[in-house]
C-alpha cells in the first residue's frame, strides 16, 4: 500500500503501531506522526501518538495528544483514560481528577474511570475519598478485581 501511496495515513498509522508492539518504537512513532501530521483531526491517531510517547517514558508530551484526542472526541473512553492516567503520573491530580469525573459524569459504570479517580484521590493524599469510591464502585462491580485490589492497599 505505501508502496503506491506513500502518504496513506491509515496504512502510515497501523505500520507504526505494529513497529511499536514489535518493540520497534521509536521507528512507529515515526510513522505515526506523520499519520497524524495527513490527519491532525484523527482523535485515535492522537491517541494512539500519545500513548507511544507515554510508553516512550514522554508522558508530558503525551499529554497534548491524549487532550487533543478529547477535544475532538470528548466521548472517546480510552483517550480520556490515558489522559487522566499521564495527568495523576505527571503528579497534576487536579486534571486527573477533572478528567475520570468527567468520564464518570458521561458513563457512571466506566469502572476504569472510577479506579483511576480512586488512585489520584489516594495519590493526592485524600485517603477517606478513595476509599469511599472504590467501596462505591464495589457495588457496581462487587467481584472485580482491580477494585478489590485497590481497596485492599488503599
Known amino acids: 500500500m505505501l508502496g ?14 505494529l513497529l511499536h508492539q514489535t518493540g520497534r518504537s521509536e521507528e512507529g512513532l515515526d510513522l505515526i506522526e506523520q499519520s497524524v501530521t495527513l ?7 492522537l491517541n494512539n501518538m500519545g500513548t507511544v510517547m507515554r510508553d516512550l517514558g514522554r508522558a508530558a508530551a503525551a499529554v497534548d495528544f491524549f487532550r487533543g484526542a478529547v477535544d475532538i472526541r470528548p466521548e472517546q473512553l480510552a483517550a480520556r483514560d490515558n489522559l487522566g492516567s ?9 486534571g486527573a481528577e477533572e478528567i475520570y469525573r468527567g468520564t464518570i459524569g458521561r458513563n457512571p459504570f466506566h469502572v476504569r474511570a472510577r479506579i483511576g479517580l480512586a488512585e489520584t484521590l489516594q495519590e493526592a493524599g485524600r485517603l477517606d475519598e478513595a476509599i469511599a469510591l472504590f467501596r462505591e464502585s464495589l457495588s ?3 467481584k472485580d478485581a482491580e477494585l478489590l485490589y485497590g481497596l485492599g492497599v488503599a
Open 140 to 142: 457496581i462491580r462487587p
Open 4 to 17: 503506491q501511496q506513500p502518504n496513506h495515513a491509515a496504512a502510515l498509522h497501523f505500520l507504526g503501531l
Open 86 to 94: 499521564s495527568l495523576k503520573q505527571l503528579g497534576q491530580f487536579e
Open 39 to 45: 490527519q491532525p483531526r484523527n482523535a485515535d491517531f
